[in-house]
C-alpha cells in the first residue's frame, strides 16, 4: 500500500464530531506488508483484531484504550515508526514525542 491508497480509504470514511457515537461497522481491515504507510488507526485496528483472528466491538469503551496503550508502546518502543505527512513533504515523528 502507497500513502495514495490510504488517503482515498481515508476519503470513505467521514470523521465523527465529538459526542457522536460509531453506528456502523468498523472500516474493511488493512495489512501492514511490506513498506508503506497506514493511517494510525489501521495500526490499532490491526491489533484489535490481532491480525485478523478475531473480532472487535467499535463500541466498546473499555478495549480501546488497551489497544491504542498496545499501539503507543509499540511507538514508543521503535517497532512502530510515526510519520506526519503534509504535502509535499513527509516527516518521522520521534518516539520520545509519545514518552511522558
Given at each position: 500500500m502507497?500513502?495514495?491508497?490510504?488517503a482515498?480509504r481515508?476519503?470513505?470514511?467521514?470523521?465523527?464530531?465529538r459526542?457522536?457515537v460509531?453506528?456502523?461497522?468498523l472500516?474493511?481491515?488493512?495489512t501492514p506488508?511490506g513498506?508503506?504507510?497506514?493511517?494510525?488507526?489501521?495500526?490499532a485496528?490491526w491489533?484489535?483484531?490481532?491480525?485478523?483472528?478475531r473480532?472487535?466491538?467499535?463500541?466498546?469503551e473499555?478495549?480501546?484504550?488497551?489497544?491504542?496503550?498496545?499501539?503507543?508502546?509499540?511507538?514508543?518502543?521503535?517497532?512502530?515508526?510515526?510519520?506526519g505527512?503534509?504535502p509535499?513533504?513527509?516527516?518521522?515523528?520521534?518516539?520520545?514525542?509519545?514518552?511522558?
Amino acid at each position: 500500500m502507497n500513502e495514495f491508497d490510504a488517503a482515498d480509504r481515508r476519503k470513505q470514511y467521514k470523521p465523527l464530531r465529538r459526542g457522536n457515537v460509531w453506528s456502523g461497522d468498523l472500516p474493511p481491515l488493512i495489512t501492514p506488508e511490506g513498506d508503506g504507510f497506514m493511517p494510525l488507526f489501521s495500526s490499532a485496528h490491526w491489533i484489535a483484531v490481532c491480525g485478523g483472528t478475531r473480532k472487535a466491538n467499535p463500541k466498546d469503551e473499555e478495549f480501546w484504550p488497551r489497544v491504542y496503550r498496545e499501539l503507543l508502546e509499540a511507538i514508543c518502543s521503535g517497532g512502530i515508526c510515526v510519520v506526519g505527512s503534509r504535502p509535499p513533504s513527509t516527516v518521522s515523528l520521534p518516539a520520545s514525542q509519545y514518552i511522558r
